[in-house]
């Protein structure tokens, strides 16, 4: 079975300030990787994927995430947050043979003036 | 191009009560998957249908059923309702087991 950990529940913030927030997974075959984002009420939007290819992703509002095999981490980070990023971010990962999503719990990163 | 829309936005039912959530997928897409998601966790999947059959389910007890249409939209049904589904229904929809996209998801609260 896979599993996924986010590691913070909360990361606060300064705005124009760097941020990572972490994500570990385990599974015993080849994978897929997802971040997602979710605005207060509302759906879950794709953020950015790992399918296969390079290791670093990006998204196009300036958010990127490497997938590290050694490590079975999937990492986003961004170099300079905006106010408008507050929002609760979502790892996932599926088996490249499974069809369904396994998320981790969600991390909150809160953006502060 | 609309997304995945999802009906009603929010539901509120009794304990023992029935529901039925729909779900249209985004153009061109065929696969309908949906999950659940409790307050203050993550998503959690139900299962997935494609050409109108359960392809993959999760460990959801048979309560949980669902349908998909010849148009690809779905339906996801929830029999004898305890205070513990309360929660948000999310429905992605795929071409097959591509990248999945997300609906905004229906709100149910059972008292």
């Known amino acids: 079975a896979q599993s996924v950990t986010q590691l913070d529940s909360q990361v606060p913030v300064f705005e124009e300030a760097p941020v990572e927030l972490r994500c570990n997974y385990s599974s015993s075959v080849s994978v897929y990787l997802f971040w997602y984002v979710q605005y207060p009420n509302q759906g879950l939007q794709l953020l950015l994927k790992y399918l296969s290819g390079s290791t670093l992703v990006e998204s196009i509002n300036g958010f990127e995430a490497e997938f590290n095999k050694s490590q079975t981490s999937f990492h986003l980070r961004k170099p300079s947050v905006h106010i408008s990023d507050t929002a609760e971010y979502f790892c996932?990962?599926?088996?490249?043979?499974?069809?369904?999503?396994?998320f981790g719990s969600g991390t909150r990163l809160q953006v502060q003036p | 191009d609309a997304g995945v829309t999802q009906s009603p936005t929010h539901l509120i039912k009794t304990r023992g009560q029935q529901v039925t959530l729909r779900c249209s997928p985004k153009s061109g897409h065929d696969t309908v998957s949906w999950y659940q998601q409790a307050l203050g966790q993550g998503p959690q999947f139900i299962f997935q249908?494609?050409?109108?059959?359960?392809?993959q389910r999760g460990n959801f007890p048979d309560r949980f059923s669902g349908h998909q249409f010849p148009n690809y939209s779905s339906e996801l049904n929830v029999n004898a309702l305890l205070l513990g589904d309360s929660a948000l229904y999310l429905c992605a929809s795929s071409r097959g087991v591509e990248t999945q996209y997300f609906g905004p998801g229906t709100r149910l609260l059972v008292l």
């Open positions: 249908y494609y050409e109108e059959e359960e392809r």
């Open positions: 996932a990962v599926r088996d490249t043979g499974r069809r369904a999503l396994t």
